[in-house]
């Protein structure tokens, strides 16, 4: 197989209901010039299983983390062996909708341009839609990569979306330090700010992925630890990159952050039935 432009990457991990239709999305919306990488991150569940009956496509790749050090090992772990040009990474419950994949290759033609997200559905643990086109709120059109951050950082919120929304770089992850371990709960957020730093946003408007809720990322103790990240996240980006987030752009974000926090406890006991 020749060296392919894209990777799409999936840190897996307990998939095993969900990892073979988040792979099928993948190679059906790729061609000749994508790989395919999977790390299964010591599942106790059939995800393994699941990932090895897509061995005979030679896209594909099957790697194994051994367990311990979080979803940052696991993310990097399989980012590293991508060879693309261009690098997405996808969990292993999302889905890629037809025509994303090539629709945000050619918006990084540019060289000009480090980072491109699309809208998302949001969806419950059957896959039905619980909210439709999300995301890309402020960020409708194509800027300075250092602005996006910023909106983001007042938004209090991740405005890119989930990693299965977004495309970046190879090398401006791998400038950025690759995934960023400091904080957990942010971890692709925190990640895309230091690679917008490197070049532009460029913005794919139309629906391209989905994201699939579960209790357990919604708890109410988990909303709790993603506010005080974000704040922290928010203050530790100021301090590097002063000129691009201001003290108050922290003040407005770390407001608008527990805001957010207490709209998503609220959202958590209104859909929690349908997040089991």
Same mark, same amino acid.
């Given at each position: 197989?020749?060296?392919?432009?894209?990777?799409?990457?999936?840190?897996?991990?307990?998939?095993?209901?969900?990892?073979?239709?988040?792979?099928?999305?993948?190679?059906?919306?790729?061609?000749?010039?994508?790989?395919?990488?999977?790390?299964?991150?010591?599942?106790?569940?059939?995800?393994?299983?699941?990932?090895?009956?897509?061995?005979?496509?030679?896209?594909?790749?099957?790697?194994?983390?051994?367990?311990?050090?979080?979803?940052?090992?696991?993310?990097?772990?399989?980012?590293? @062996? !991508?060879?693309?040009?261009? $690098?997405? +990474? #996808?969990?292993?419950?999302?889905?890629?909708?037809?025509?994303?994949? &090539?629709?945000?290759?050619?918006?990084?033609?540019?060289?000009?341009?480090?980072?491109?997200?699309?809208?998302?559905?949001?969806?419950?643990?059957?896959?039905?839609?619980?909210?439709?086109?999300?995301?890309?709120?402020?960020?409708?059109?194509?800027?300075?990569?250092?602005?996006?951050?910023?909106?983001?950082?007042?938004?209090?919120?991740?405005?890119?979306?989930?990693?299965?929304?977004?495309?970046?770089?190879?090398?401006?992850?791998?400038?950025?330090?690759?995934?960023?371990?400091?904080?957990?709960?942010?971890?692709?957020?925190?990640?895309?700010?230091?690679?917008?730093?490197?070049?532009?946003?460029?913005?794919?408007?139309?629906?391209?992925?989905?994201?699939?809720? @579960? !209790?357990?990322?919604?708890? $109410?103790? +988990? #909303?709790?630890?993603?506010?005080?990240?974000?704040?922290?996240?928010? &203050?530790?980006?100021?301090?590097?990159?002063?000129?691009?987030?201001?003290?108050?752009?922290?003040?407005?974000?770390?407001?608008?952050?527990?805001?957010?926090?207490?709209?998503?406890?609220?959202?958590?006991?209104?859909?929690?039935?349908?997040?089991?």
């Amino acid at each position: 197989m020749t060296t392919p432009r894209l990777s799409v990457v999936i840190p897996a991990y307990n998939n095993g209901k969900t990892i073979a239709e988040t792979m099928r999305s993948v190679l059906a919306d790729g061609g000749d010039d994508l790989e395919l990488i999977v790390a299964d991150h010591a599942s106790t569940d059939d995800t393994l299983e699941q990932v090895r009956k897509f061995s005979a496509d030679d896209r594909v790749t099957i790697l194994e983390t051994p367990a311990g050090g979080g979803a940052p090992r696991n993310w990097n772990r399989v980012t590293e @062996s !991508a060879r693309g040009e261009l $690098v997405k +990474l #996808v969990c292993g419950d999302d889905i890629v909708l037809p025509g994303t994949l &090539r629709r945000q290759m050619a918006i990084l033609d540019d060289p000009a341009v480090s980072l491109t997200a699309c809208r998302r559905n949001i969806v419950d643990a059957e896959g039905k839609v619980l909210f439709s086109g999300w995301g890309l709120r402020g960020l409708g059109r194509r800027m300075p990569g250092h602005r996006a951050v910023r909106s983001a950082v007042r938004a209090g919120s991740n405005l890119f979306g989930e990693p299965a929304s977004v495309m970046m770089r190879k090398s401006a992850l791998v400038g950025a330090g690759g995934w960023r371990a400091d904080f957990p709960y942010l971890i692709d957020q925190a990640t895309y700010s230091r690679v917008l730093m490197q070049g532009e946003f460029a913005p794919d408007l139309t629906t391209g992925a989905t994201f699939r809720m @579960s !209790a357990t990322q919604w708890s $109410v103790v +988990l #909303v709790r630890d993603q506010a005080d990240q974000a704040k922290a996240f928010h &203050r530790a980006l100021h301090a590097e990159h002063p000129e691009a987030v201001s003290a108050v752009d922290v003040l407005i974000g770390n407001i608008r952050a527990s805001m957010m926090a207490r709209a998503r406890q609220v959202s958590y006991w209104i859909l929690k039935r349908r997040m089991r």
